[in-house]
């Protein structure tokens, strides 16, 4: 089993996690976070690229230039972003993964927090 941070001993506290998304454009990219961003669904999204992808899709090997989505937010808001990336990406099948943060700066972790469970409402 995994060592738990105090953070996440703590009854109702919010799982802090990195959501990756991978993209086809700079552009995709841009629309994506700024959506994430506006609903509330992370509290920030960093956008990395040009990146190279070296991927199987259906029985060939592809490469191609792609773009990194890193929005940091809680577990309880994955849900609500794949569906949502699932509904405006252009891939049949987008790259959603989660990785959970296993320490974070207690400010930093607080902030993500209240700007996706609605404590945030001046950002």
Request: glycine share 4%.
């Amino acid at each position: 089993m995994t060592e738990l941070t105090p953070v996440q001993r703590v009854p109702g506290t919010s799982r802090l996690i990195e959501v990756r998304i991978s993209t086809p454009d700079a552009d995709t990219a841009q629309a994506l976070a700024t959506d994430i961003v506006g609903r509330k669904l992370a509290a920030c999204v960093q956008i990395l690229g040009p990146m190279t992808s070296v991927y199987t899709w259906k029985g060939e090997t592809h490469q191609a230039l792609e773009w990194l989505m890193l929005a940091k937010t809680t577990a309880e808001m994955f849900d609500s972003i794949s569906d949502l990336v699932t509904t405006l990406h252009p891939y049949d099948v987008p790259e959603v993964i989660a990785v959970t943060a296993r320490h974070s700066l207690d400010d930093y972790a607080a902030w993500v927090r209240d700007v996706v469970h609605g404590a945030d409402s001046q950002d």
